[in-house]
């Protein structure tokens, strides 16, 4: 009776399921936890400096175009709402950063004062963006 119950009829199976279960939670941690590139729609020529240097972290991206339109991530405003978003995202995070994204051929005048509605708002870091020689 004792040997009918260690007899083994079948082939030995390995379960994947559990496996299987792993490789997707670590396929959601990583996606999850990724930093993804969020490139602009609007094509932008920056200019260029050989003084360039990197900005560290995930600074706020506000981008000109050459006719001196704003764009907020990613997505058109009038230049008269910017204050109030900066606003709004400086008392969630205080000592975030800007980056203004500007084409070559954007007016000075825009580029001075989306700095200007910066300083106002409470970013004590900006700076606008240059390609490296």
């Given at each position: 009776?004792?040997?009918?119950?260690?007899?083994?009829?079948?082939?030995?199976?390995?379960?994947?399921?559990?496996?299987?279960?792993?490789?997707?939670?670590?396929?959601?941690?990583f996606?999850v936890?990724?930093?993804?590139?969020?490139?602009?729609?609007?094509?932008?020529?920056?200019?260029?400096?050989?003084?360039?240097?990197?900005?560290?972290?995930?600074?706020?991206?506000?981008?000109?175009?050459?006719?001196?339109?704003?764009?907020?991530?990613?997505?058109?405003?009038?230049i008269?709402?910017?204050?109030?978003?900066?606003?709004?995202?400086?008392?969630?995070?205080?000592?975030?950063?800007?980056?203004?994204?500007?084409?070559?051929?954007?007016?000075?005048?825009?580029?001075?004062?989306?700095?200007?509605?910066?300083?106002?708002?409470?970013?004590?870091?900006?700076?606008?963006?240059?390609?490296?020689?």
């Amino acid at each position: 009776m004792l040997s009918d119950r260690f007899r083994q009829d079948k082939d030995p199976e390995i379960n994947m399921t559990p496996m299987l279960d792993v490789v997707f939670i670590l396929l959601i941690f990583f996606i999850v936890s990724t930093n993804f590139v969020q490139q602009s729609a609007v094509e932008i020529h920056r200019p260029y400096a050989s003084t360039a240097t990197r900005v560290d972290g995930s600074p706020i991206i506000v981008t000109l175009d050459t006719t001196g339109r704003v764009y907020f991530e990613s997505k058109e405003i009038d230049i008269y709402y910017l204050p109030g978003k900066l606003q709004q995202i400086v008392t969630q995070t205080p000592k975030i950063k800007l980056l203004i994204v500007a084409d070559t051929n954007c007016p000075t005048g825009v580029t001075i004062k989306v700095l200007d509605i910066a300083k106002k708002a409470g970013i004590s870091f900006s700076s606008v963006a240059s390609e490296s020689d």
